[in-house]
């Protein structure tokens, strides 16, 4: 790096101060929430920014030491080295605090290899390097794409809220409403998430990070895979798609590494760096048992439906909506958060969906399983 000591000194700065600003109003917020809920709710959004870049960043720092660990990346041999002067060793932390608190990591993904962010950080030095011209292209549609999705999310909140208007209350309505508005607020949520991916992406894209310029320019992490997500028929791929480099992250953290339960021991993890809100624990705890059990009814039904084209369609259309009914009702669990909200949607027609999962994993649990 051919930047001055000052410069150096200025950047540990700005990211203390960041830092210390973002552990103050976690604090603050929650303190206003003590003793002023009125004046609570202007500074919610603010609070759930700072913890969710929060926990963003315990997940670089996981990351990074498994690649220490694991040995995909060296400790220099600066900071190895007894007695040694203090500014050498500040020199040679500097690419992992960059690596650990860039801005479009703190926004909200993807999660970027380390060694995929040096090797790019290093190429920008190289003489007659383009970076800006090729990533325009990507830039500028993912940003088309993250307002017309923002469009949409606006479209389908209104929708509910109408529908809210022409009843008694969310959730209080017969089976066929009932599981409609549930799909349609899950659809709301899914939205949201899909144009915050897509955001982060395309700031990560506008520097060439994420991208294979040299060839393509085409992604290469990305979390936002809508198309998979919304036509697959099979609740384990869209668990592996969900979030995809945050899905990679928690199976090298937890599930490779766990020796008893490691699908439930992933999921309850989740819950637990997500903030054990008892939505999220009963949301996370549901998926892993709609997974497992997903794995069953695949392998079950494969061979019968494999000799038959129209009932091998007729299969993948069944499948694809217990998934969007599935997946939805754990969605609006997860985010609802509270235990009425729990409560309100066990009382609901849609928990059929995910019970039909759990008694098939209670009657497979009998039987052995080959894989």
Known sequence: ?????????????IIGYGEALGIQEIQRSQSLQNTHP?????????????????????????????????????????IKQKGGVGWNILYCLLPYFSYMLYFPALLGGPLCPFQMFRIH??????????????????????????????????????????????????????????????????????????SQWLLSES????????????????????DADIWTLETTNKISEFARTWNRTTAGWLRRMVFE?????????????SAWWHGLHPGQIFGFILWAVTVKADHHVHRYMGSLTAGSRVLRMFYKVLTWMQTQLVTAYILVA??????????????????????LYVLVLIGMSNKPNKN
Request: aromatic letters at 8%; glycine letters at 8%.
């Open 1 to 13: 790096m051919s930047c001055s000591w000052a410069q150096y000194g200025a950047g540990l700065f």
């Open 38 to 78: 009125p004046l609570c709710a202007s500074g919610h959004g603010r609070f759930m920014i700072a913890l969710s870049s929060l926990m963003l960043l315990t997940q670089r720092v996981t990351s990074l030491a498994l690649d220490v660990h694991e040995g995909e990346s060296r400790i220099p041999a600066g």
């Open 121 to 194: 950080m290093e190429s920008l030095n190289r003489p007659g390097k383009k970076s800006i011209a090729k990533p325009l292209r990507p830039f500028f549609k993912k940003c088309g794409l993250f307002f017309l999705l923002n469009m949409l999310r606006m479209a389908v909140r209104n929708c509910i809220s109408v529908t809210e208007q022409s009843n008694q209350g969310p959730l209080q309505w017969d089976s066929s409403k009932d599981i409609l508005l549930i799909w349609i607020t899950a659809l709301m949520f899914r939205l949201a998430y899909y």
């Open 203 to 222: 700031l990560n894209n506008l520097v060439g990070l994420g991208l294979d310029t040299e060839r393509t320019g085409k992604a290469t992490f990305s």
């Open 257 to 269: 590494r766990s020796k008893v339960q490691p699908l439930m021991s992933t999921f309850a993890f």
């Open 334 to 355: 997860v985010e609802l958060r509270s235990p009425s909200g729990v409560l309100v949607l066990c009382k609901s027609v849609c928990s059929v969906c995910p019970l």
